[in-house]
């Protein structure tokens, strides 16, 4: 789908800061784009959940990006994505949130019921 005038989302960390003004990249690659802020922020929270079984990247930030004439594809899941986010500009830092460190208790919990979970998939594969 082909957009004029598009103002959307993405989700950024602490291992790559982006500066207003300039593009979200300089090259040309795959990128995913929320296109409203209530999907970036659930896809933030979700990323802060620990997981063994589904190891993923941890957001801290959501930009709001904006771009003309841009070219997207649309996933099942309702976020964009685009091959040419060279031209999807950066317009401001909307939400900054780092991961709660997790407790000890928490760690030990998480890692029991990962590990039952463990335990029933390998089950189910004999």
């Known amino acids: 789908m082909k957009v004029k005038n598009f103002t959307g989302f993405v989700l950024g960390n602490e291992n790559a800061i982006h500066k207003i003004g300039a593009p979200w990249m300089e090259c040309d690659v795959h990128v995913w784009v929320c296109p409203n802020l209530t999907k ?25 990006v904006s771009g003309t004439d841009m070219v997207f594809e649309q996933a099942n899941n309702g976020l964009l994505y685009t091959d040419v986010p060279s031209k999807l500009y950066v317009n401001r830092v909307v939400w900054k949130k780092r991961p709660e460190v997790p407790t000890e208790e928490f760690l030990l919990n998480n890692a029991k019921k990962n590990s039952r979970l463990l335990d029933l998939v390998n089950r189910m594969e004999k």
């Open 40 to 64: 970036a922020k659930k896809i933030l929270e979700e990323s802060h959940k620990v997981s063994v079984l589904n190891p993923h990247p941890v957001w801290t930030t959501i930009y709001q």
